[in-house]
C-alpha cells in the first residue's frame, strides 16, 4: 500500500474549479428565502447609506445656506433616526447571515465527518491521521469567509456594477464603453492570475497539512523522540516543513498580492482612457460637460464594488483549495458497504464457514494473501490460529468481521453470506480484540462501557471481575471512574489489555476474536483472564491468535496458518502426534530454554 | 462515554496569578525582529496612501481646467499624471502586501518553531494530561491568528491610523474649532472597538479550546478507527462530534452576536459624526466663523474619515482572536519541564554501563508505583525483570531512563546518580525498546536510525535489522528500507513492528539496551534467533522485562516485581528452586508435567 508520510504532499484528483464551486454553493441555496431576507435588509441599509450624501447636500444647500437652524437641527434628528435603522438592520443581517454561514460549515464538517466513518482501513492507514485532522478542522475553516462574502459582497457589488454600467451606457454608450475598455484586460489579467495563485495555494494547503501531520506525530510519539534524543532531529525535519510552508506562501501570496496591483493599474489607465477618448477623440461638445462630471463620480463608484469583487474572487482562489480537500474525502468511496436492501444477522449460534475464500488487497491484487481456505467452525467451538507472522492469520479474522472484502468465494455465519447483511448486524455480535487495543479519554468505566451503550454498572463490574481488571481499576484514584490520559498511557499495556479485554466481554458477543489479545499480560493473570471468560463464553465460538503455547494449547482445534493456507489442523494432542510444523513450533519453545 | 455526559473535560482557565511573559516569547519581539520589512512596508503604505490623495486633485482639475475652462494642452500631463498614480499605487501597494505578508509568515513560522521545541522540552507528566490534537490545535490554527493579527490585521490598523492622521490634519487646517466633533466621537468609537475586543476575547478563548475540542474528538476517533469499527460505534461517535461541533457553532454565533451588539454602533456614531459636523459646521456657518465652501471640504474629509472608523470594529475582532490565541500559546510556553538538566551536570567520558537502583521508590498521583527497589547490574550483565500485570516493571526503566524522578532513594548510572548527569549523555546511552511500540509514518531507514539520523551507515542499519530478525521480512517490501510505513506502524503486523523497534534500539550500539516486553508478539523461533544475537552483545548492559521465562531465563539476576516491591530475586535455577512465583509461572508456561516426558522424546529426535 502507498503511504504518505508528512514529507510527501498527498495526491487529489483534479477537479473543474467551476465544479468545486457550484457543489459549495449548494450549501448555501439550501437556504435561498433567507439569503433572500438578508439581501432585501441589505437593500435597505445600502439605501438608507445612500440616503446619507443627499441629507448632507440638503442642508448644505438649503438650510445652511437659508440660515435655517431650525430644519437643519429637524434634518439632523431625521438622519439620526434614519441611520438608528441603518443600525438594527445591519445587526439583523449580520446575525442572519452568521447564522447562514455557520450552519453551511457545520453541515459541510458532519457530512465530511459522516463520510470517513464509512471509510475503510486503507484510506486511515495510508495517511497520517494529522492529515486527515486538517482536513475536518482547517480546510473547512478556511470556507467561511468566503461563504459569507458571497451573499454579502458578491451580490449586492454585482448588482451594483451592472447598475452603474447600465446607467453609463443610458447616459452616453460611447463613453461608456471608453470607460469599460480596460475590462476585459483585467479580466483576462484575473484570470491568468487565477490560474497560477490557484495551483499555488493547493500546494500551500498541502504543505500545511503535512506539518499537522508532523506535529501531531511528534506530539504522540514524544517519548520515543526524547527516550532517543532525537529532538534536534525532528527540530530539523520540523525546520524544513515550516520552510517548505513559508516557501509555498510565499509563492502564492507573490501572485495573489498582483490582484490589488492590477486593479489600480485598470483604473489609472481606465481614467487615462476615459478622458483621452472622451476629450481627445469624440469630443467634449458631444459629449456635454455635465455628462462628463457624472461620469468621474460614476466611475469612482465603479471601482470600489470592483475592488470588492476582486478581493472576493481572490479570497474564493485562497481558499477554493480548501473546498477541494474536503470534496476529495467525500468523493472517496467507502471499500467496504451495505449492498443495496441488506438484512439484518439475526441473533446467531455462530457457526463460521469459510468456503473456498481467497483474499488479495486491493492495491496489491497480484499477491494473494490467502489462497482457497475453506473450514467450518460449529458454534461454541475455540479456535487457536498459530503461524509465522505475516502468514495471513490476521486475514482471516479480519474477514469475519468483515473488515475487508474477500476477493473469492464465500464466508458464512449461521450460513447467511457475510456480504448478504449489514455490516452493523454482524460487528454488533462480534467481540473483536486486536493488537492495538484503543482506549478513550474519558472514564475507565465509559470505556468497558463502549462495548455496550447500555450496559448496567454491575455489568461492567461484572466483566471487569471476568477478565481480572477489577482489582487494579478498584486500585487507581476513582476506581472505574478514574479519567483516563490519551490511549490509556497512564496504564500500563498490560493493564490496558485487561480494560479493553472487559469491554469486548461486556459486549456480549456471540463470535469472539482474540489477536495476540494477552500478548502483554503476565501468564499468572493470562490463566484467570482465561477462566473468567471461559464462564462468560460457554457456548460461544471463538478464534485466538497467540504465539504463547500456554495461551493455544486448550483450544478445540488449532489451525497452522502458513504462506496463506491452513497447513494443518487438529487438536493440540493430534497435531503434536503429527510432528508436522506444529510439533516444531512446539519443540522451539523448549529449545530457548534447554540451549544454554 | 454515553453520549449525555461527554467526558472531555471543560477546561475552565482557571485564573493562575498573572506571570510575566519573557520578553522573548512576546510577539512584539517577533515582530521587531523583521522590523526592516515592516518599515518598507510602512513607507510604501504612506506613497500609497499620499498617491490616493492626490487621485480627487487631479480629476478634478481636469474637469475644472481641461473640460470647463479648455485648457487641452495640459490634458496629456493630467492623463499621465493620473496613470503614474495608477502605476505608483500598483508597485507600492504590492510592495506594501507582500512584505508584510512575508513578514507575517516569518513570524508565524518562527512562532510555531518556538512552540514546537518548547514542547518538545517538556516532560512525560506534560503529555499525560494534553491531548496531542489540542497541541495539534495550538501550534496549528492559533499560532495562525497570530499569523493574521501580525500580517494583513496590523497593516489595517496601521493604515486606518495614518489616513485618520492625515485627514484630521487636513480637517485642522480648514477648521479646528470644528476639528473638535470627530476629536470627540473618535474616543466613543475607540472605547467601543476596546470593549468590543474584550468581550470577544473571552468568545474567542472559548472558540479556541473548542476548536482544540473538536480537534481532539476528531483525532481520537481517527487514531482508534480500528476499535470504532470493530464495536461498529460509528453513529455513537457521530453523534458526540456532533456534539461538538454544534457547541462549535454556538460559539461561532456568540461571536457573531457579540460582533453584531457592538460593530453597528461604530458606523452609527460615524454617522452621527457626519450629521454633528453639518449641524455644528452649519451653525459655524450661521455665525459666518466658517465659509461655505470650507464646510463642503470638511464633510469631505469627515467622509474619509468614516471607512477607517468602520474598520475598527473588524480589526478589533480579528485582533482579539490573536490575543486569545496568544494566551493559550504563553501558556504552553509558561509551563516548565518538571526534569531538567542539572545545572553543572557531571562530566563523563564514557558510560561504561553499570546500573543501580539503591532503595527506590516512586510515586506517581499520590500513588505508590515503586517501593524500595534495589539491584544492581554490572556493566555487560543482564537483569530479569518479570511480574504481574501493572506491578511497575516499566516505571523501573522510566526513572532509569529519567522521565520521572524518584521519590525516595537514587538511580545510579556508572555510580552516578542520574539526576546529576547529563540529560543528553544519559538517554544517548540508553537505548529502549518499548513495549508500546511507536513507529513514525517514515520510511523504516529513518525509523531505525532515529536519534542518529543522517549518522549511520546503511551497513549498520542493516545489520541491526538483521540482529533484530528483521531484515527478511523488510527485504519483501516493495522499497525495502526504503518503504514509508504508516503511522504508528499500521500496516505492519506487531510482530513486524516489534522488530523494527528493537532493530531502532539496537543500532544505536548503547551501553545500556533496556527490552521492555519487547519480543510478545513474536512466535518463538523468532524470539529465539532475536535472543541468540542479544546474548553476543557482550559489553552491553542489559534490562530484560518479559513475561516469557524464555527471555529472562539466561539473566545473571531476575527480580520478580509484585505490587510495586521486589517479591522474589535470584538466578533462575535459586528462583526454581524456591517454588514461588517465579515458578508459578514456569509450571504455567511450560506445564512441567509435560516438559517432563514430551521435551524427552523431543530431545531424543533431535539427538
Redesign the interface.
Known amino acids: ?8 504532499d498527498e495526491q487529489q484528483a483534479q477537479v473543474s474549479k467551476w465544479k468545486t464551486l457550484t457543489r459549495l454553493y449548494r450549501y448555501l441555496l439550501a437556504y435561498k428565502s433567507r439569503i433572500a431576507v438578508v439581501l432585501l435588509i441589505m437593500l435597505a441599509t445600502i439605501s438608507i447609506n445612500m440616503i ?1 450624501p443627499l ?2 447636500e440638503q ?2 444647500n438649503v ?3 437659508n ?1 435655517d ?1 431650525k430644519g ?2 429637524l434634518l ?1 434628528l431625521a ?2 433616526v434614519l ?2 435603522i ?2 438594527a438592520g ?2 439583523a443581517r ?2 442572519m447571515m ?2 447562514l454561514s ?2 453551511v ?2 453541515t459541510i ?2 457530512e465530511l ?2 463520510h ?3 471509510l475503510s ?1 486503507s484510506f ?3 495517511r ?3 492529515k ?3 482536513r ?3 480546510d473547512v ?1 478556511s470556507l467561511k469567509d468566503m461563504l459569507s462574502d458571497s451573499v454579502t459582497t458578491l451580490i449586492p457589488d454585482f448588482l451594483t456594477v451592472i447598475g452603474v454600467i447600465t446607467i453609463m451606457m443610458a447616459k452616453n454608450v460611447k463613453l461608456a464603453l471608453a470607460a469599460l475598455l480596460t475590462l476585459p484586460f483585467m479580466a483576462a489579467g484575473m484570470f491568468v492570475i487565477q490560474r497560477v495563485s490557484h495551483k499555488a495555494w493547493q500546494v500551500y494547503r498541502k504543505k ?1 497539512s503535512n ?3 508532523f ?17 534536534q ?3 530539523d525535519n ?2 524544513v516543513l ?2 517548505e ?2 516557501q509555498s ?2 509563492k502564492s ?2 501572485c495573489a ?2 490582484f ?3 486593479i ?6 481606465g ?2 482612457l476615459l ?2 477618448i472622451g ?2 477623440v469624440i469630443g ?1 461638445g458631444e459629449i456635454g ?1 455635465g455628462t ?2 457624472a461620469f ?1 463620480t460614476y466611475l469612482a463608484m465603479f471601482w470600489s464594488p470592483i475592488r470588492n469583487l476582486a478581493n472576493f474572487y481572490n479570497k474564493i482562489v485562497t481558499n477554493l483549495a480548501g473546498a477541494e480537500r474536503i470534496f476529495d474525502i467525500l468523493d472517496t468511496e467507502p471499500e467496504i458497504r451495505d449492498k443495496s436492501g441488506v438484512g439484518e444477522l439475526p441473533d446467531i449460534q455462530g457457526s463460521v464457514e469459510f468456503d473456498r475464500v481467497s483474499f488479495a488487497y486491493s492495491d496489491e491484487p497480484e499477491t494473494k494473501v490467502l489462497k482457497d481456505v475453506s473450514f467450518q467452525i460449529r458454534p461454541g467451538e475455540t479456535i487457536a490460529l ?5 502468514a495471513g492469520k ?1 486475514t482471516i479474522v479480519n474477514l469475519i ?1 468483515r ?1 475487508y472484502n474477500v476477493t473469492e468465494g464465500h464466508i458464512r455465519v449461521d450460513g447467511y453470506d457475510l456480504g448478504d447483511v449489514s ?2 448486524s454482524l ?2 455480535q ?1 467481540g ?1 480484540m ?5 482506549l ?4 475507565v468505566k ?2 468497558i ?3 455496550r ?1 447500555d450496559a448496567t454498572d454491575e455489568e461492567i463490574v461484572a466483566a471487569a471481575k471476568a477478565v481480572n481488571a477489577h482489582g ?1 481499576i478498584m ?1 487507581l ?1 476513582k476506581g472505574y471512574d478514574t ?1 483516563l ?3 490509556g ?7 490496558r ?2 480494560l ?1 479485554f472487559a ?1 469486548t466481554m461486556v ?1 456480549n458477543p456471540r463470535i469472539l476474536i482474540l489477536d ?1 489479545a494477552t ?7 493470562e ?1 484467570l483472564v482465561q477462566k473468567g471468560i471461559q464462564a462468560l463464553l460457554k457456548g460461544r465460538t471463538s478464534f485466538v491468535i497467540a ?4 495461551t493455544i ?1 486448550n483450544a478445540d482445534r488449532i489451525f497452522v496458518i502458513n504462506h496463506g493456507r491452513i497447513e494443518e489442523a487438529g487438536s493440540h494432542e493430534e497435531l ?1 502426534a503429527a510432528k508436522g510444523q506444529y510439533y516444531e ?10 540451549s ?1 | 462515554m454515553r453520549g449525555d455526559k461527554v467526558v472531555i473535560k471543560e477546561k475552565k482557565e482557571v485564573l493562575e496569578k498573572k506571570q510575566k511573559i519573557p520578553r522573548q516569547n512576546r510577539v512584539m519581539t517577533y515582530v521587531l525582529r523583521y522590523w526592516y520589512l515592516y518599515l518598507l512596508a510602512l513607507v510604501s503604505m504612506v506613497i500609497a496612501i499620499v498617491l490616493d490623495v492626490l487621485a480627487p486633485a487631479i480629476t478634478r482639475s481636469i474637469i475644472d481646467d481641461v473640460i470647463v475652462a479648455g485648457r487641452v494642452e495640459i490634458l496629456m500631463r493630467l492623463l499621465l499624471g493620473l496613470a503614474g498614480i495608477g502605476l505608483g499605487r500598483a508597485i507600492f501597494g504590492y510592495i506594501k502586501e507582500f512584505t508584510v505578508d512575508v513578514a507575517a509568515c516569518k513570524i508565524g513560522c518562527d512562532i510555531r518553531g518556538n512552540l514546537f521545541r518548547h514542547i518538545q522540552k517538556l516532560s512525560m507528566g506534560y503529555f499525560d494530561k494534553n491531548n496531542s490534537g489540542e497541541l495539534l490545535a495550538r501550534v496549528k490554527d492559533d499560532v495562525d491568528k497570530i499569523w493574521n493579527a501580525t500580517g494583513f490585521v496590523g497593516m489595517l490598523i496601521a493604515e486606518c491610523t495614518i489616513h485618520t492622521v492625515l485627514v484630521l490634519t487636513c480637517m485642522f487646517s480648514v477648521s479646528p474649532l470644528l476639528t473638535l466633533v470627530p476629536l470627540a466621537v473618535m474616543p466613543v468609537v475607540a472605547w467601543t472597538g476596546i470593549r468590543l475586543e474584550q468581550k470577544l476575547g473571552s468568545v474567542y478563548e472559548d472558540i479556541s479550546e473548542e476548536n482544540a475540542q473538536l480537534n481532539t474528538v476528531a483525532q481520537e476517533n481517527l487514531a482508534g478507527v480500528r476499535t470504532v469499527k470493530a464495536f461498529a460505534r460509528e453513529e455513537y461517535e457521530i453523534q458526540k462530534f456532533k456534539k461538538h461541533n454544534k457547541k462549535y457553532y454556538d460559539l461561532n454565533m456568540k461571536q457573531a452576536r457579540t460582533l453584531a451588539k457592538y460593530h453597528p454602533n461604530i458606523s452609527f456614531y460615524t454617522k452621527v459624526l457626519l450629521v454633528a459636523v453639518i449641524i455644528f459646521g452649519g451653525i459655524m456657518v450661521m455665525k459666518d466663523m466658517i465659509t461655505i465652501g470650507q464646510l463642503g471640504q470638511f464633510t469631505e474629509y469627515a467622509n474619509n474619515i468614516i471607512w477607517p472608523m468602520e474598520m475598527i470594529g473588524w480589526l478589533s475582532s480579528d485582533f482579539a482572536a490573536a490575543v486569545a490565541s496568544n494566551k493559550k500559546i504563553q501558556k504552553i510556553l509558561l509551563e516548565e519541564p518538571e526534569i531538567k538538566n542539572p545545572e553543572l551536570p557531571v562530566s563523563m567520558e564514557e558510560v561504561k554501563g553499570e546500573v543501580e537502583f539503591s532503595h527506590v521508590d516512586l510515586k506517581l498521583q499520590s500513588q505508590d508505583v515503586l517501593k524500595d527497589i534495589s539491584f544492581h547490574v554490572k556493566p555487560g550483565g543482564t537483569l530479569g525483570i518479570m511480574g504481574m500485570t501493572g506491578a511497575g516493571k516499566t516505571s523501573v526503566i522510566n526513572l532509569l531512563e529519567r522521565f520521572y524522578d524518584a521519590s525516595g532513594g537514587c538511580v545510579k548510572v556508572d555510580g552516578v546518580d542520574v539526576r546529576r548527569m547529563d540529560l543528553e549523555t544519559l538517554r544517548r546511552n540508553i537505548a529502549v525498546v518499548m513495549q508500546d511500540v511507536f513507529l513514525f509514518s517514515d520510511t523504516i531507514n529513518e525509523n531505525i536510525s532515529i536519534g542518529r539520523r543522517g549518522q549511520l551507515e546503511a551497513q549498520a542499519i542493516r545489520q541491526a535489522a538483521g540482529s533484530a530478525c528483521a531484515d527478511g521480512f523488510i527485504g519483501s517490501l516493495s522499497e525495502q528500507y526504503d518503504t514509508v510505513i504508516g503511522e504508528r506502524g499500521v500496516g505492519l503486523s506487531g510482530g513486524q513492528k516489534q522488530r523494527i523497534s528493537i532493530a531502532r534500539a539496537l543500532a544505536k550500539k548503547t551501553p545500556v539496551l533496556v527490552l521492555d516486553d519487547s519480543t510478545s508478539a513474536l512466535d518463538m523461533e523468532t524470539e529465539f534467533e532475536i535472543q541468540k544475537k542479544l546474548k553476543e552483545l557482550e559489553n552491553t548492559t542489559k534490562l530484560i522485562i518479559a513475561h516469557r521465562i524464555s527471555a529472562v531465563r539466561h539473566a545473571d539476576e531476575i527480580i520478580v516485581l509484585d505490587h510495586g516491591s521486589i517479591a522474589e530475586r535470584g538466578t533462575h535455577e535459586t528462583l526454581m528452586e524456591k517454588k514461588g512465583l517465579y515458578y508459578a509461572t514456569y509450571c504455567a508456561q511450560y506445564d512441567a508435567m509435560q516438559y517432563e516426558t514430551e521435551l524427552k522424546g523431543g530431545m531424543e529426535a533431535w539427538l
Open positions: 500500500m502507498a503511504v504518505n508520510s508528512f514529507r510527501e446619507n441629507i448632507v442642508a448644505v438650510h445652511i445656506a440660515r437652524m437643519l437641527l439632523g438622519a439620526v441611520n438608528l441603518m443600525v445591519v445587526k449580520m446575525i452568521a447564522k455557520n450552519q460549515l457545520l464538517r458532519e465527518y459522516v470517513i466513518q464509512k482501513f486511515f492507514d495510508s497520517p491521521t494529522g486527515i485532522l486538517a475536518i478542522i482547517g475553516n500545511s506539518i499537522s501531520a506535529v501531531h506525530e511528534e506530539m504522540s510519539g514524544m517519548r520515543i523522540v526524547q527516550s532517543f534524543r532525537a529532538e532531529e525532528s527540530r520540523f525546520d515550516l520552510k510552508h513559508r506562501w510565499n501570496v507573490r498580492d498582483l490589488g496591483s492590477l489600480e493599474l485598470t483604473w489609472g489607465a481614467g487615462f478622458y483621452y476629450i481627445k467634449v460637460i462628463f462630471m468621474s498459530v503461524g509465522p507472522t505475516g490476521t468481521s473488515f455490516i452493523r460487528r454488533r462480534m473483536v486486536t493488537q492495538d487495543n484503543f478513550f479519554s474519558g472514564t465509559d470505556n462501557r463502549y462495548g451503550l487494579f486500585q484514584e479519567e490520559s490519551e490511549r498511557q497512564s496504564l500500563s499495556v498490560g493493564q489489555q485487561l479493553a469491554r459486549s495476540e500478548s502483554s499480560i503476565d501468564t499468572h493473570t490463566i504465539h504463547r503455547l500456554s494449547k503434536l513450533l512446539y519443540q522451539a519453545q523448549f529449545r530457548s530454554l534447554t544454554a
